[in-house]
């Protein structure tokens, strides 16, 4: 199975909004809403930013939300913050009982 | 507050089998909502995820890995475990381990770096 593809980065500048895309396939993230988001800052551990498309857990900023339309996933970040600056990455539960990641993005803020 | 510490071997050689721990500490080990994992990351690479195990004892392997990997439980010691058999240079890597639920992964272990090497 193909790592779902993410772009290799993005980058933006304080105050502003980015999107970073997930796209899989009709059998990952295209066949159900079990998409998840992750933040890595450099030598941190990752982070669950937002579970099934678009859920927050307790504690993330509301500056983070998450879409979905057909077979790609979407993460938006508005009010871009210094603090942003990661590696993101989204994963797709399979119909296997298995997990995908993306390849990952990393942010910059400018 | 549920964290997770790994534990192991930073060396390992190749061929040989590389083991891992985690201890689980605010949580018990055996709640039935909790599914319990190991993600990899290898030099400048991204996530890879290793497999997940449930309470009640059922596994779910990364197809690629499967052949090689074994999860398990210790309920006495509030801890799971990663086995990876003939292990190779490709196996270095920063292994984490996780607790979430079968689709996601709320809860991470700073991770432990495991170095393939003769």
């Known amino acids: ?110 | 507050q549920l964290h997770l510490q790994e534990s192991g071997p930073g060396l390992v050689k190749p061929s040989e089998t590389l083991s891992l721990t985690c201890t689980v500490f605010g949580g018990s080990i055996s709640s039935r909502n909790y599914y319990w994992g190991w993600i990899r990351q290898s030099p400048g690479k991204g996530l890879e995820w290793i497999g997940t195990i449930y309470y009640s004892g059922s596994t779910y392997y990364n197809p690629s890995l499967k052949s090689r990997v074994t999860i398990f439980v210790d309920m006495s010691k509030n801890q799971f475990s990663l086995k990876v058999s003939s292990v190779t240079a490709t196996d270095t890597a920063v292994y984490y381990c996780t607790k979430g639920d079968y689709h996601y992964m709320d809860v991470w272990g700073k991770g432990t770096t495991v170095t393939v090497s003769s």
């Open chain 1, 1 to 110: 199975q193909s790592a779902l593809t993410q772009p290799p980065s993005v980058s933006g500048s304080p105050g502003q909004s980015v999107t970073i895309s997930c796209t899989g396939t009709t059998s990952d993230v295209g066949s159900h809403n079990r998409v998840s988001w992750y933040q890595q800052p450099p030598g941190a551990a990752p982070k669950l930013m937002l579970s099934e498309v678009s859920n927050r857990p307790s504690g993330v900023p509301d500056r983070f939300s998450g879409s979905k339309s057909g077979n790609t996933a979407s993460l938006t970040i508005s009010g871009l913050q210094a603090e942003d600056e990661a590696d993101y990455y989204c994963s797709s539960y399979i119909s296997t009982s298995t997990l995908l990641f993306g390849g990952g993005t990393r942010l910059t803020v400018l």
